[in-house]
């Protein structure tokens, strides 16, 4: 992806999809599979793709150091602007920098952290193999990694649910798709990336769905109103037990990996 392509959808990206039930429950099934497996704060986390840092200033409110790495500047200049939402202590354990993840140790000057995460990246990637080397190489010994992608084993339930027949069958054998954000995208395996993880020196340690039921509830036209809090907490609380758990896992729409780098 490059950066001028992020700009024109930085506000729909960053204000709208987080906005909505599926971006509400995201972060919170994300953050509570993260605190499962972090070390604890102030360990230091780097976020690799992290956009405006939905994903990780919820990480800096309870006292991890965060730095966000983002090939897009004005996904940057959003989170510049979403850190007015923080109180001084925690915009002090956020740092912004820009790059490529593909160049990320260079651009962290060899500096290794306790976790690095990447999420949402992969699937906009031809080729993931050379950013999850720099995920690993950027990780300490003993350290986290944490990757989420689009889940290749269940291309075939969205088509199905929006009635696009033909087009479920094609995806059965296929792990590419337009986006919800009108941008094509690509799925992996949960194998695949263990093996990616593996050749960087992390053993995977445990693999969890997220979005088994709120996105298909979307799809299939009767979604959870991002308004009304009890459902989207109800919701949240029953996608957190089904990411955890077969078979619901194996169907949602994206998967949460995580690993930790041999000491």
């Known amino acids: 992806m490059d950066e001028d392509t992020w700009a024109a959808l930085t506000e729909e990206f960053a204000d709208g999809a987080y906005a909505s039930t599926k971006g509400r429950v995201r972060t919170y099934v994300l953050h509570h599979q993260l605190l499962e497996h972090l070390p604890q704060p102030p360990a230091t986390v780097l976020d690799v793709g992290g956009g405006a840092g939905h994903q990780s200033f919820p990480l800096a409110r309870v006292g991890y150091d965060v730095t966000v790495l983002d090939s897009s500047a004005a996904m940057l200049d959003k989170a510049q ?18 790059g490529e ?97 593996r050749a960087g020196d992390v053993r995977p340690v445990r693999w969890y769905g997220v979005w088994t039921f709120v996105d298909w509830l979307d799809l299939g036209g009767t979604p959870v109103d991002p308004d009304d809090a009890e459902q989207v907490a109800a919701a949240a609380a029953v996608e957190l037990e089904a990411g955890r758990r077969d078979p619901y896992r194996q169907l949602s729409r994206i998967v949460h990996l995580v690993g930790h780098r041999g000491t």
């Open 81 to 98: 602007q979403r850190l007015g939402r923080l109180d001084d202590a925690e915009r002090s354990r956020v740092t912004l920098l820009h």
């Open 101 to 197: 993840g593909e160049h990320a140790e260079q651009l962290l000057s060899g500096r290794r952290f306790d976790a690095v995460l990447c999420h949402g990246v992969l699937g906009y990637l031809a080729h993931p193999e050379p950013v999850v080397e720099q995920l690993c190489r950027c990780t300490a010994p003993g350290g986290l990694v944490s990757v989420m992608t689009g889940n290749a084993a269940a291309m075939a339930v969205r088509p199905a649910l929006e009635r696009r027949w033909q087009d479920a069958l094609a995806a059965f054998d296929s792990r590419e798709e337009t986006g919800v954000l009108g941008l094509a995208t690509r799925a992996d395996t949960v194998d695949e990336i263990s093996a990616m993880l």
